[in-house]
């Protein structure tokens, strides 16, 4: 059995993930206690669902925070588990909730929806720290749809190694485990010709790698993670997440994550995001 629990905040989009599984084959189950994840994998035991997608969360009370511990207990038994946890950050959250008039799945007894959030990090603080973190805080529902679909079909058995770019004019992205400013660098913005290319396009590739400190911060930066992804292998990480940074993400981000992913290819299972390249289409 392939399982697949999600969890996260309230309004970071985990019906949207839960959707994408059950439109690709995934037997799905919304707002699941958590007492029942086990009972219920028991009854689908030889039914013929192998592809299973559990979706917990700050509705079950303090019962979630056993979750972790079900996901532990899972792999000793040798189900192929993985825990996806999704986020933003706050002001975007309470933008959605205004925005759809929902009320916040805590917001008994007067807390206002910021009160509600903080709470409900609080209760998911271990669930946090286990699971594969998506901040979909500037990610539109196309975009997350898409890397839903891209993670679960990934080998399992091997740990992904994720270059997301990204600007830091929306923020840092929450699920980078590490963040590399590339601002210093010569900006193809200022070059009329470039401005409306992206680092994808081969003018400004071309562009900076005529840059000298262009090449030394690529160095620096893939000898870094070359000398620590090994300790990441060992550590039977799932996920290791590298967040390239510059002032928009479109031009000095995107190039340094696209000639890293294809520096880390050959030897490695590789993923490439654009945060607001996608954003735009």
Not at 141 to 147: A, Q
Not at 238 to 243: D, E, G, I, P
């Amino acid at each position: 059995m392939q399982l697949v629990l999600i969890s996260g905040l309230s309004g970071s989009g985990k019906s949207v993930a839960l959707k994408v599984l059950e439109d690709s084959g995934y037997y799905c189950v919304d707002n699941l206690p958590v007492g029942l994840v086990m009972p219920l994998l028991d009854s689908l035991a030889g039914s013929g669902h192998d592809h299973v997608a559990l979706s917990m969360d700050a509705r079950s009370g303090n019962t979630v925070r056993q979750l972790p511990q079900i996901v532990s207990n899972l792999k000793q038994k040798g189900v192929d588990v993985r825990l996806l946890y999704l986020e933003s950050k706050d002001e975007t959250l309470i933008k959605r909730f205004s925005e759809t008039r929902r009320r916040h799945p805590l917001s008994e007894g007067g807390l206002t929806v910021a009160e509600c959030i903080a709470r409900e990090r609080e209760l998911l603080g271990e669930i946090s720290e286990s699971g594969h973190h998506i901040d979909t805080s500037e990610l539109s529902p196309n975009t997350l749809r898409s890397w839903i679909k891209n993670l679960v079909e990934v080998d399992r058995s091997r740990l992904t190694l994720l270059f997301e770019s990204f600007g830091f004019k929306q923020g840092i992205p929450l699920d980078a485990d590490f963040v590399f400013d590339v601002r210093c660098l010569p900006n193809p913005f200022y070059d009329p010709s470039l401005r409306d290319l992206t680092g994808r396009d081969a003018a400004v590739a071309a562009f900076l790698e005529a840059e000298a400190s262009t090449q030394e911060m690529f160095r620096d930066i893939h000898a870094f993670i070359a000398n620590w992804l090994p300790a990441f292998v060992r550590d039977n990480r799932s996920y290791l997440t590298v967040a390239i940074g510059c002032t928009g993400g479109q031009h000095r981000s995107v190039y340094i994550a696209e000639r890293l992913g294809a520096a880390f290819g050959a030897g490695n299972q590789v993923m490439i995001r654009h945060r607001q390249i996608q954003q735009t289409g």
